[in-house]
Structures are given as C-alpha cells and as structure tokens.
C-alpha cells in the first residue's frame, strides 16, 4: 500500500506540474484572457485562434519525460515496474479527460462570448471536424480522442528510445518509413482508400482514441523488463 500511494503521488505530481500548472495554469489561461480581451477591445472577425496547442504540446512533453525521468527515479526509490506503468497509464488518461474538460470550460466562454457579440475572436477547435454547429460535450470527446492518441504515441515512441537507445531507434525509424513508403507505391489501395472515406464521422472520432490506447498498452511489454540504465548512456 505505502509503494502504491507513493507510485501514485510521485506521478500526480508530475502530471500536476506538467499539464495543470505548466499546460493550463502559465500557458493556457492566459492566452485565453489575451485573446478575450483582444476580442472585446478589438474588432477581429477575420482573425481565428487556437487555444489548446499548448495542452497538447505538454501531453507530448509528459510522455516523453514521464519515462525518461520518472520512470527510472520512481523504480530506483522502490516502486515495481508494473505498479509504476499500470498507475502511468491509469492517471495520464484519467488526467488527460480532466484536461480536456478544463479547456473545453475556456474554450465555451470564449464560445459564449463570440455569440452574445461581447468578443469578436474566432475560437478554432479539433471538434470543428466532425461537428458543424458547437456542442460542448462532443468538442470535450474529441479533444478527449485527440489527446490520447499523442498521448500513446509519444508514450510508444519514448518507450522503444527508451529500451533501444538513439542509434537503434533510428535505423527502426527508418527502416518502417522505407517500408512503409514502398508499401504505399507499389500496392493499389483505391478499394481501401474508398471504404475509409464511406465511415461515417462518428466513427473517425474514436479512431485516434483506439489508436492511442493501443499505442499506450504496446508500451507495457516494451517498459517491463527494461534496465534502469539506458543503452548508450555511459
């Protein structure tokens, strides 16, 4: 119990820094009061904004230092392997809902400003993709689906730096891009490509989130016998 609640605090507060102070509490919330008064002192019809660039930019960062630092400090001070990636996976998608809850709240005042004639900023969102008029709920699922897929591949690609080293992830990197490349000039995939663009948008908004988690899940076999130390580092 005492290695669970300190697996848990160690990576609450990680993710407390990254995504709630850093992400919304330095990043965020300030551009939104920028922009806010940007907009009621301004007239910037033609001017469209994005908001949740910086969410997004610190969910990458916390897949990637989560174990390039975390998981090495939080294994050396006792925590197991499959304690601590069970609680990472756990915690950063339950964080990641929190989050995108967060700013989508901003994201509606702003909303709600531009449609009452109070700002004039144009608010820009992923959820504009598959929905056409706003609706708070299914803007939050789509950042939600967002989220977690640069959430898991971060996490995937940080794991297999992680277990490989630079040098071999790179060869890796370029292997599967030479691969894929070749796949994608010498196969016809008009039948392919034709069934993918029948699905409905419905189901495009739980492809990434699909992807993402199996991403994020693939990391578990990758992390859980992997040496402290990583390959190259002296």
Known sequence: MNSLNATSRFI????????????????????VLIWCTLGV???????????????YGMIIAYAIFGYNNSFAIAVGL?????????????????????LMLILN??????????????????LVDSGSLFFDD????????????????????TSLF????????????TI????????????????????FTGWLSGLSKMVWLF??????LAALVSTYPIMLHVPLKQPGSG
């Open 12 to 31: 609450y507060e990680e993710i407390r820094f990254t995504l709630g102070t850093m992400g919304l509490l330095y990043i965020t919330l300030p551009l």
């Open 41 to 55: 002192l301004f007239d910037l019809d033609t001017v469209s904004t994005v908001i949740a660039g910086p969410v």
């Open 78 to 98: 006792g925590s197991t392997r499959k304690l601590y990636l069970k609680l990472y996976m756990l915690l950063g998608t339950l964080s990641i809902l929190l």
């Open 105 to 122: 709240l901003l994201e509606y005042v702003m909303y709600a400003l531009s449609k009452d004639g109070i700002s004039s900023v144009i």
């Open 134 to 153: 706003y609706h708070f709920f299914p803007y939050v699922m789509t950042d939600y689906s967002f989220g977690l897929l640069l959430f898991g591949l």
């Open 158 to 169: 940080t794991s297999i730096f992680y277990r490989l080293g630079f040098f071999k992830t």
């Open 172 to 191: 890796i990197l370029f292997a599967v891009f030479l691969a894929v490349s070749l796949f994608l000039q010498l196969v016809d995939l008009d039948s």
């Open 207 to 212: 492809v990434p989130a699909f992807a993402g």
